[in-house]
């Protein structure tokens, strides 16, 4: 039983829905830097935005990757290593790659899509002691924390 109150409402929801922007990250894995900037781009975004991320090649989750999110206060152990969604992509008001590999495989976007292209290295493929493979995976997500922040102000000043 929906009053006409309720259904006002839940209309209104979904405009609010699809009035939010899109970000979407892409890596060539999807399973560090476009893990950490989907997870930072909730966390400092709130619901203000819709974040996504997608890879070429998806290869699951890196264990360190959410290691490290975990000790700035940021879970992403619920999130997942998806394929490139086309769809979403063509929807999409900003497309962000985050490695070379990404930006020039990339599918081709309409131009009403942004595109930026954060060229990070990828921590995974470090070699070293523990500890240093752990400090090459904080450095890359301090940047792209960094990074993350400049882009949100950048999407809700493009937004007025």
Not at 9 to 32: D, K
Not at 42 to 56: E, T
Request: aromatic share 6%; net charge negative; hydrophobic share 35%.
């Amino acid at each position: 039983m929906n009053s006409w109150a309720e259904k006002g409402e839940s209309e209104r929801q979904r405009e609010n829905e699809e009035q939010r922007a899109i970000l979407y990250f892409i890596c060539t894995g999807n399973s560090c830097r476009s893990q950490m900037a989907e997870g930072w781009a909730k966390y400092l975004g709130g619901d203000r935005f819709r974040v996504y991320s997608g890879g070429l090649e998806p290869r699951g989750v890196h264990l360190m990757t959410v290691e490290v999110m975990r000790e700035v206060g940021i879970d992403i152990s619920g999130q997942t290593s998806d394929p490139i969604d086309a769809t979403l992509l063509t929807q999409a008001d900003w497309a962000i790659t985050l490695c070379g590999d990404a930006e020039e495989r990339c599918p081709v976007t309409p131009p009403t899509v942004k595109r930026l292209h954060w060229g990070l290295p990828d921590p995974a493929k470090v070699t070293g002691s523990p500890d240093e493979i752990k400090d090459a995976f904080r450095r890359v997500r301090d940047e792209i924390g960094r990074r993350v922040q400049e882009l949100l102000k950048d999407v809700a000043a493009a937004a007025r």
